[in-house]
């Protein structure tokens, strides 16, 4: 049987193993892969916010969608290399700005049309970045 300090303490040993499992893959990715892995955390941040959101929980919506709004605008926006992207990179940091502007719709006016709007809006980008995924080279020959 386990007690509630137990469990308490098994929560917080899980809590510390899947940390430690996130730092490994962030020191051990590429940069593409890097990037894939603020679109996944933007994702599961808006999906948190819509579930405190529908259950009234203000304050948590709050922290959920200040996370997505901290990975759309340091993360993905700061990636962006505007002297090489050109269009393509100023078109993605409007993009990004409108974003932005929905998670902050979102959250001023609980309102969880902009919050899937913003949703879709990254997954779709995050499905172009999977898809120009650099393929490993063959090697000389």
Same mark, same amino acid.
């Given at each position: 049987?386990?007690?509630?300090?137990?469990?308490?303490?098994?929560?917080?040993?899980?809590?510390?193993?899947?940390?430690?499992?996130?730092?490994?893959?962030?020191?051990?990715?590429?940069?593409?892969?890097?990037?894939?892995?603020?679109?996944?955390?933007?994702?599961?941040? !808006?999906?948190?916010?819509?579930?405190?959101?529908?259950?009234?929980?203000?304050?948590?919506?709050?922290?959920?969608?200040?996370?997505?709004?901290? !990975?759309?605008?340091?993360?993905?926006?700061?990636?962006?290399?505007?002297?090489?992207?050109?269009? !393509?990179?100023?078109?993605?940091?409007?993009?990004?700005?409108?974003?932005?502007?929905?998670?902050?719709?979102?959250?001023?006016?609980?309102?969880?049309?902009?919050?899937?709007?913003?949703?879709?809006?990254?997954?779709? !980008?995050?499905?172009?970045?999977?898809?120009?995924?650099?393929?490993?080279?063959?090697?000389?020959?």
């Amino acid at each position: 049987m386990t007690t509630s300090r137990g469990a308490a303490a098994y929560g917080r040993g899980a809590g510390a193993y899947a940390r430690v499992g996130v730092e490994s893959g962030v020191l051990s990715a590429s940069p593409h892969q890097l990037i894939t892995l603020l679109f996944d955390g933007a994702a599961s941040a !808006i999906r948190t916010a819509g579930m405190h959101l529908q259950a009234g929980r203000t304050a948590e919506k709050g922290q959920a969608i200040s996370k997505a709004l901290d !990975i759309v605008n340091n993360g993905l926006l700061a990636a962006l290399d505007r002297d090489q992207g050109g269009e !393509i990179a100023e078109r993605l940091a409007s993009l990004y700005d409108y974003i932005a502007r929905l998670l902050l719709q979102a959250n001023l006016r609980n309102d969880q049309a902009s919050l899937d709007e913003a949703g879709r809006l990254l997954a779709d !980008i995050a499905s172009a970045w999977r898809e120009i995924e650099p393929r490993p080279s063959l090697g000389a020959e």
